[in-house]
């Protein structure tokens, strides 16, 4: 099985910049696609951004511009740069991987990270 560990939140100005990150642990798996969704009180998570094992990004329209997805596939983790914060990227970031192990084919989620963007 696969675990996720997240880090990086915090609280900023609205302008400002964090970067989350993610690092994925387990015994004898292959990560393909990984992506980090957020999470706000009474709305449902939403997809922020994906990045393929080749690389190949999406983005939510309302990050696009601002935030980065990028990978290191030496290190099983994955990094969100997120730039010109607004107070409404205030959420729970969560990290997530598809990932093969066992010959099956499953996904882990992190616990999640606070992000506060004050106005």
């Known amino acids: 099985q696969v675990q996720l560990v997240e880090s990086g939140g915090g609280l900023v100005q609205a302008g400002g910049s964090l970067r989350l990150s993610c690092a994925a642990s387990?015994?004898?798996?292959?990560?393909?696609?990984m992506g980090w969704y957020r999470r706000t009180p009474g709305k449902q998570r939403e997809l922020v951004a994906t990045?393929?094992?080749?690389?190949?990004?999406n983005y939510a329209d309302s990050v696009k511009g601002r935030f980065t997805i990028s990978r290191d596939n030496a290190k099983n983790t994955v990094y969100l740069q997120m730039n010109s914060l607004r107070p409404e990227d205030t959420a729970v970031y969560y990290c997530?991987?598809?990932?093969?192990?066992?010959?099956?084919?499953?996904?882990?989620w992190g616990q999640g990270t606070q992000v506060t963007v004050s106005s």
């Open positions: 997530n991987a598809n990932y093969y192990a066992n010959y099956m084919s499953s996904t882990a």
């Open positions: 387990g015994i004898n798996f292959r990560i393909n696609g």
């Open positions: 990045i393929t094992s080749g690389g190949s990004t």
